[in-house]
């Protein structure tokens, strides 16, 4: 067999992969895990949309290649309905770009910008495909770290200025992946100002954004004045409508930049089926997933009061459905994963793996699968309670 592609050294083993190992063994072995991993919806997609998806399949139209410049039309339309309803914000549809979710977005992103040796700013601790697909397409990463003293926001300020002007790309996502950090508008005014300065293109990967509690609603960055001249954001319904495995969702801003982002994709990808896609666009206008919504809280709410009983001390987290916790005294993010799995059969992720300002926090999910009602957060904490030295 011939060699594999030398950039293939460059990035450690999708972290997720390695999660899925792990529980396997630990199943395998009869555990019960309780499993606070992945964050990927728990409950189906909502019975509406799966019935609309069967009205769209039988319509022939929709069984061939999308011939479409930028995906389906009919799903740009409704999708670019939908921002102006939630956000006030005018699009048209040549400032949108059909995503095979919204990871293949922001990979796609990293190739049609980056050259060998260019930079691109990204946060740390983040979601991990930024900081890969600029190290696979030959940039380099400059990590700009999130800290709980400036409520994981990046400090632009603190970005040396010769990075600033090298750099072509900032990445953000807000509300974030793993911290569940938020951005007020006045954070987007800030970045938007800074790229203006440095000629930068601005990602904001905005997948979390309809998960929001206690009536609060996460910004878009398109909102922040003047953000269309240098920002674009990618949206998905993954989360929106517990649609992971549907693939779909949308990038939206600056026309140029989502021109380029087009003509990667167009020579790598065939778009979405066109069922799922008017199905999408369907579920965004007409859709609801309360029920799902309500679930999440009442976990949030539950896990937060639970860990603090245990000696934490932490905030409700506003969105998302990610929970970020300090690891106690005497463990590393990677110590502490194992003792939890292995004493208590609860399954979290180390904060390491998403960079290396995380090895001090564990991520727990609110997606928590054979949960009903919170049950199975109250045995988790039952289970470290009875198993699990904890020091603070």
Request: aromatic letters at 10%; proline letters at 7%.
């Amino acid at each position: 067999m011939p060699v594999r592609a030398k950039r293939l050294d460059l990035i450690p083993p999708y972290l997720f992969g390695e999660i899925a190992r792990l529980k396997a063994a630990a199943r395998a072995e009869g555990k019960d895990l309780i499993d606070f991993g992945i964050g990927d919806p728990d409950q189906p997609t909502p019975t509406p949309i799966i019935d609309r998806l069967y009205e769209e399949a039988k319509n022939p139209e929709t069984h061939c290649y999308d011939e479409s410049d930028a995906g389906d039309p009919i799903f740009l339309k409704q999708a670019a309905q939908w921002f102006y309803n939630r956000y006030g914000v005018e699009v048209t549809t040549d400032q949108m770009v059909l995503l095979i979710g919204s990871k293949e977005g922001l990979a796609h992103l990293c190739w049609a910008y980056i050259d060998p040796g260019d930079i691109a700013l990204i946060p740390d601790p983040n979601y991990t495909v930024p900081k890969v697909q600029t190290l696979l397409a030959g940039g380099q990463p400059y990590l700009m770290p999130l800290t709980i003293e400036n409520n994981f926001l990046p400090d632009l300020t603190a970005i040396p200025t010769d990075v600033a002007k090298a750099a072509k790309l900032l990445f953000l996502n807000y509300p974030h992946n793993p911290t569940g950090a938020i951005a007020p508008l006045s954070f987007f005014n800030d970045a938007v100002r800074f790229a203006k300065e440095y000629d930068l293109l601005i990602c904001n990967d905005c997948a979390y954004a309809e998960v929001g509690y206690d009536g609060y609603q996460p910004p878009s960055i398109l909102q922040a004045e003047g953000a269309m001249d240098v920002a674009i954001e990618t949206h998905s319904l993954s989360k929106t409508f517990n649609m992971t495995g549907w693939r779909i969702g949308f990038a939206v801003g600056n026309k140029e930049g989502i021109t380029t982002l087009n003509r990667m994709k167009s020579n790598i990808d065939s778009k979405q089926f066109a069922a799922i896609s008017r199905t999408a666009g369907w579920a965004l206008l007409n859709a609801s997933n309360a029920d799902t919504l309500a679930l999440y809280d009442l976990r949030r709410k539950r896990l937060i009061d639970g860990l603090n009983s245990l000696g934490w001390k932490l905030d409700y987290p506003k969105a998302g459905f990610f929970v970020w916790i300090p690891v106690p005294k005497g463990y590393t993010s990677m110590t502490f994963a194992k003792v939890l799995l292995e004493k208590a059969g609860v399954l979290v992720i180390p904060g390491l793996g998403y960079g290396e300002l995380g090895d001090g926090y564990v991520r727990m999910s609110l997606t928590i699968n054979g949960d009903k009602a919170g049950e199975r957060v109250d045995e988790a904490i039952r289970r470290i309670r009875e198993t699990v030295t904890l020091e603070f």
